[in-house]
């Protein structure tokens, strides 16, 4: 079992950065694929980022690749989402989420565990 903690949310202008992190608790941190949805109001929640549990896969949606870069620090817990040239189409609440299948993109599975999310708000 995971317990995940998101932290990092804030208000930015369009075209600046945020890092959001997201600590966990458990011995087996180290053994589980991590990755980041995101759910804006009156929309679905969708994939947003994943990374294998070694830290040497990644996998983008294609809304924010080249912009987005999930990394993951095994010895700390934690997995964090470096986000740059933010949009205001990227306001939404961002959720950790543990022990997914993130490989496909087109057809993600989350996991089981998730965080209760940060709110990252891009101002135009």
């Known amino acids: 079992q995971v317990q995940l903690v998101e932290s990092g949310g804030g208000l930015v202008q369009a075209g600046g950065s945020l890092r959001l992190s997201c600590a966990a608790s458990?011995?087996?941190?180290?053994?589980?694929?991590l990755g980041w949805f995101r759910q804006a109001p009156g929309k679905e929640r969708e994939f947003v980022a994943g990374?294998?549990?070694?830290?040497?896969?990644?996998y983008y949606a294609d809304s924010v690749k080249g912009r987005f870069t999930i990394s993951r620090d095994n010895a700390k817990n934690t997995v964090y989402l470096q986000m740059n040239s933010l949009k205001p189409e990227d306001t939404a609440v961002y959720l950790c989420?543990?022990?997914?299948?993130?490989?496909?993109?087109?057809?993600?599975?989350?996991?089981?565990?998730w965080g209760q999310g940060t709110q990252v708000t891009v101002s135009s």
């Open positions: 989420n543990a022990d997914g299948d993130y490989y496909d993109t087109r057809s993600v599975r989350p996991g089981d565990y």
């Open positions: 458990g011995r087996t941190f180290s053994s589980y694929t």
């Open positions: 990374i294998s549990w070694t830290g040497g896969s990644r």
